[in-house]
């Protein structure tokens, strides 16, 4: 089946609920419809056809939206990109995926004519807003398609680049078959139902926003508000204003939310589900949002190469502080010690998962893919363990563990700490190279007025073993974060060798 199938389904079911709300323009299910369709007549008259990679590089508007379906109605493959990438990261991933067209707003059409002559296989640009290429916009001018090409659930829908943390990124192929699978399980877990209205402001071109903000909303006849960037005075406005049911962030979105002087006054009654994702919630932080606005947040885990989700907090039911739920019905999840072995309660391991969300492989690398899925088990590189109930609670990744002096450090463990304190908005912990111990710990603070270091070492040192306690406070305006808000330790690491080096 092609997931295009999803959005049609619904169009035909919910024609006149709204769809999409951007600024402020309210497209309806029919609408949205009409204009994929004659989209994907415009994409297949310049040549996209089955098995087309179509490069999509948009910020969050309608119109990414309408191209990501007018690109699987024609049987195409989309490789979503930031359009915050600069020249060398655009080159490599285009190329790789053997993208033959691109889709862009102008905003980065300046970064593609500075590689343009670097790009092997891309042969024509669309741009959205004015410009010289061909012209976005020509697309609806096409009569409406009227029937989407075929395809089965194993091949593939869209090829999603990590973050590469390691190397190069690597390509995860995610198939029509985990598309439709996830949008319908993150629906369900989301109790999504028609009318309800969901606020994105995480980019659509992240795996995280397209299924939980965008395909699981669609196949279930909810009402998405668009947001083109976040902002947390404004977004807790439309939180309220909009009475929106469902928002979906991440961390560093509620720790700015708790900081914001308008939370306060505001109404969140409307809101039924506040989820968030890509990494774990200080405990601090999920108390003074409920006391705030008034919900719980339900935290969540997954991976670029698990379609989006594996476990999820329970809607009903027990919710407990610290854990990202339990894994999705469907799902085999096992935490493991390094020989393979399935280790007992509250014991920390590797999380390795199967199930209907894996990924179909890394594209055209097939060492790679064989190292990742062993037996049919995808090594996820995350540490965590098991409760008795069978929650799931993420310690770490296996690449940020400590090791100092032989004992292991979980950041994460370190961060919770510092988060307690009434003066840290922000903090990161990463191991420092020492010829001593192998690594001592240097922790990354934002705060809210001037902080002394040694006081903040202190705290620590009252609530964490010694060899836990940082031995390196640098405060930073702001910590690196991803185009989703994610902590970036890679980056954070890069800058610390630079520090030391000065």
Not at 89 to 101: R, T
Not at 234 to 255: E, H, Q, R, W
Not at 258 to 280: E, Q, V, Y
Not at 290 to 299: F, Y
């Amino acid at each position: 089946m092609n997931i295009i199938e999803l959005l049609q389904s619904t169009v035909e079911r919910y024609p006149e609920i709204p769809a999409l709300v951007f600024r402020d323009q309210e497209i309806s299910y029919q609408e949205l419809g009409k204009r994929v369709r004659k989209a994907a007549s415009g994409l297949k008259a310049l040549g996209v056809t089955l098995d087309t990679k179509v490069g999509l590089m948009m910020s969050n508007k309608p119109e990414y939206i309408i191209t990501y379906f007018a690109i699987l109605a024609n049987g195409g493959t989309v490789v979503p990109l930031n359009p915050l990438f600069k020249e060398a990261e655009v080159a490599y991933i285009l190329n790789d995926s053997d993208s033959e067209y691109l889709v862009l707003e102008e905003m980065s059409l300046s970064v593609i004519q500075r590689v343009k002559n670097e790009l092997t296989s891309v042969k024509e640009i669309i741009c959205f807003g004015d410009s010289d290429e061909h012209s976005w916009a020509s697309l609806l001018t096409y009569p409406e398609m009227e029937n989407f090409v075929p395809r089965y659930g194993s091949e593939t829908a869209q090829i999603i680049y990590t973050s590469g943390t390691t190397g190069f990124p690597k390509g995860a192929m995610i198939t029509h078959a985990n598309l439709n699978w996830m949008a319908i399980a993150a629906a369900v877990t989301n109790s999504v139902k028609p009318g309800d209205r969901i606020l994105c402001v995480l980019p659509l071109f992240h795996a995280y926003a397209k299924l939980q903000g965008g395909l699981a909303n669609i196949a279930h006849g909810g009402t998405i508000y668009i947001e083109e960037r976040f902002e947390p005075v404004s977004i807790l406005d439309k939180l309220a204003k909009n009475k929106i049911n469902i928002f979906l962030g991440v961390p560093t979105m509620y720790t700015m939310f708790i900081h914001s002087p308008n939370i306060k006054d505001l109404d969140f009654s409307a809101l039924r589900i506040a989820g968030s994702g890509g990494a774990s919630l200080p405990a601090e932080v999920i108390d003074k949002v409920k006391q705030l606005m008034g919900v719980d947040i339900s935290e969540g885990y997954g991976l670029t190469e698990s379609t989006v989700m594996l476990c999820a907090s329970p809607r009903e039911g027990v919710k407990k502080v610290g854990s990202t739920g339990v894994p999705l019905a469907g799902v085999s999840l096992k935490i493991v010690d390094p020989e393979g072995n399935t280790v007992g309660p509250k014991e920390v391991g590797e999380i390795i998962f199967r199930g209907p969300n894996l990924m179909k492989g890394y594209y055209k690398q097939p060492q790679e893919t064989e190292n990742a899925i062993r037996d049919g088990w995808m090594h996820t590189g995350d540490l965590a363990y098991a409760d008795e109930d069978g929650y799931i609670f993420i310690v770490d990744r296996m690449k940020d563990m400590i090791i100092r002096g032989g004992f292991n450090v979980y950041p994460r463990e370190v961060e919770e700490v510092l988060y307690t304190h009434p003066n840290v908005i922000e903090c990161a912990i990463i191991g420092r190279p020492d010829p001593v111990f192998g690594e001592k710990i240097a922790a990354y603070v934002v705060t809210k007025t001037e902080q002394e270091e040694e006081e903040l070492r202190e705290y620590c040192k009252q609530k964490l073993v010694h060899y836990k306690t940082p031995d390196y406070i640098i405060f930073i305006k702001e910590i690196p974060k991803s185009g989703t808000g994610k902590m970036l330790k890679t980056a954070l690491k890069k800058l610390d060798k630079e520090t030391i080096n000065l």
